[in-house]
Each structure stands twice: as structure tokens, then as C-alpha cells.
């Protein structure tokens, strides 16, 4: 798979699976931007895939910092071929024990991230008549639902109806917008939740294993590529048969 001259902007690249995609991206030939408020972790990063790839420390959380960020990318690369929205986050436990801060975190990050950066970033791919994919991170747990994870969920399928409304609006545009939901994966985030837990979800897995973040990674890579020109409004869950709903 060759992504030789494009560039791919990915966020939550300081760790885990946003790690990961952008390491399967920058092998496969790109120049990746990698984004993410961990600057320790970005820098990892960017050492880990060298090349002229570049670290961007940004929190998703401010307008002002998702619009300057675009500003830098196009400085530093020119207009992104790529956009993967990696960031993200949860923190597990009952919705009766939840807060309104959690709830705030959660959307803005979650789901208010990708959709202010998709739109920075789209406004001057379209001026330029220039094509992209787009590729979110969700969670089957935004198809299925999740215990310990309602607010969570919601923002995950809050993305998935945004990719696929906004895949049918950039059809026209030769735009693809496409979506990866992981199933329980192997990152540091999977490994903060209760033994017993992390237990349970990996027996409920026909598998019998987590997903590692590489495996994510794979299929970022083929919506990312000249293989998915074709392919549109989609979304691609990867967990091992956890979920098979349609």
C-alpha cells in the first residue's frame, strides 16, 4: 500500500491506536502530522516514525487551538490528503455516578473534536477542489452500547451518524468519509479498567483476545488508501466478533 507524497494529519497520535495509525501511515509512505496535548508521548512518536513528520501539541477541546493547528499543517505540509480523528478518551463507571463535567469532557473531545477539525480543515481542501479521506475513530460501543460507558457511547455514535451524513454531503466533492470502530483493544486506556472487567470483555470475545492497535491501524490504511475510492459513509468494526450487529 503506497502513500508516497500525501499527507495525513492524525489526532491522538501520543499513544495506543492514534500511535498506531499514524506509524501504519508513515510506513506506508506519508508524511504524517501528528497531533495530541501529550507532548512527552508525541514526541515518541515522531522520533519512533521519523521521516519529515511532525508533532503538533494541540488540545481538541479549544476552537481557537483546532483552527491555528490548521494553519500550521498547511505551513509546515500543504493541504492534508488524510484526516483521521484518533483523539479521544473515557473514564468507566455507572451514569448515576457521572458528573456534568464528565459529560462536557466527553462531548467536547469526543465528538465536538473531530467535527470542528473535519470542518477546519475541509474548508480549504473544497476552496483548493482538492479530494481527502476522512477517517473517525468511533467504538462499538457507539453501535451497541456499553456498561459503565452511556455518555461515552453516545459520543461515539454521535460520530457515526456525523460520518455518515457527512460522507453523503462530500460524495459530490470525491470526498470519502469513513469510519473504524474498535472493539477492546491492547492500549494504556484498556489497561486502567478493573481487572475483573478487562477479564470479562476478553472471554466475550469469540477471539479470546483484545485487538492489538496495530490491527486498528490495518484498517485506517485501506480507508486511507486508493483501495477504498469506492467506498463511502461506511463504518468497519474490528473486535474480533464482539459485535456483529449489521
Keep these: 500500500m503506497d502513500l508516497g507524497n500525501k499527507v495525513a494529519l492524525v489526532t491522538g497520535a501520543a499513544s ?18 501528528a497531533v495530541d496535548r501529550d507532548a512527552e508521548g508525541l514526541a515518541e ?9 511532525t508533532a503538533h501539541r494541540v488540545d481538541l477541546a479549544e476552537p481557537a487551538a483546532i483552527l491555528a493547528l490548521r494553519d500550521e ?3 509546515a505540509h500543504g493541504l492534508p490528503d488524510v484526516v483521521v480523528n484518533a483523539a479521544g478518551f473515557d473514564r ?12 462536557e469532557a466527553l462531548t467536547t473531545v469526543n465528538f465536538l473534536g473531530p467535527v470542528r477539525l473535519t470542518h477546519a480543515f475541509l474548508e480549504p481542501i473544497l476552496a483548493a477542489g482538492r479530494t481527502a479521506k476522512i477517517v ?5 460501543a457507539g453501535r451497541v452500547g456499553s456498561l459503565g460507558e452511556t455518555v461515552y457511547s453516545g459520543t461515539k455514535g454521535g460520530l457515526i451518524a456525523f460520518t455518515k451524513s457527512l460522507a453523503r454531503e462530500m460524495a459530490r466533492h470525491r470526498i470519502n ?4 470502530c474498535p472493539g477492546p483493544t491492547d492500549t494504556p486506556l484498556f489497561a486502567t479498567l478493573p481487572e475483573k472487567v478487562r477479564d470479562g470483555l476478553v472471554r466475550a470475545i469469540p477471539f479470546r483476545r483484545l485487538a492489538t492497535p496495530e490491527e486498528i491501524a490495518d484498517a485506517v490504511l485501506f480507508f486511507a488508501s486508493h483501495r477504498s475510492d469506492f467506498v463511502t459513509g461506511q463504518v468497519l468494526s474490528v473486535s474480533g466478533g464482539l459485535t456483529m450487529a449489521g
Design 73 to 75: 499543517v498547511v505551513a
Design 136 to 140: 473517525n475513530i468511533a467504538s462499538d
Design 16 to 33: 495506543g491506536i492514534g500511535r498506531a495509525i499514524a506509524a501504519g501511515l508513515a510506513t506506508a509512505g506519508a508524511t504524517v502530522a
Design 45 to 53: 512518536t515522531v522520533r519512533a516514525i521519523g521521516g519529515a513528520s
Design 177 to 180: 468519509v469513513n469510519c473504524v
Design 92 to 103: 468507566v463507571e455507572p451514569f448515576m455516578q457521572n458528573d456534568d463535567a464528565l459529560w
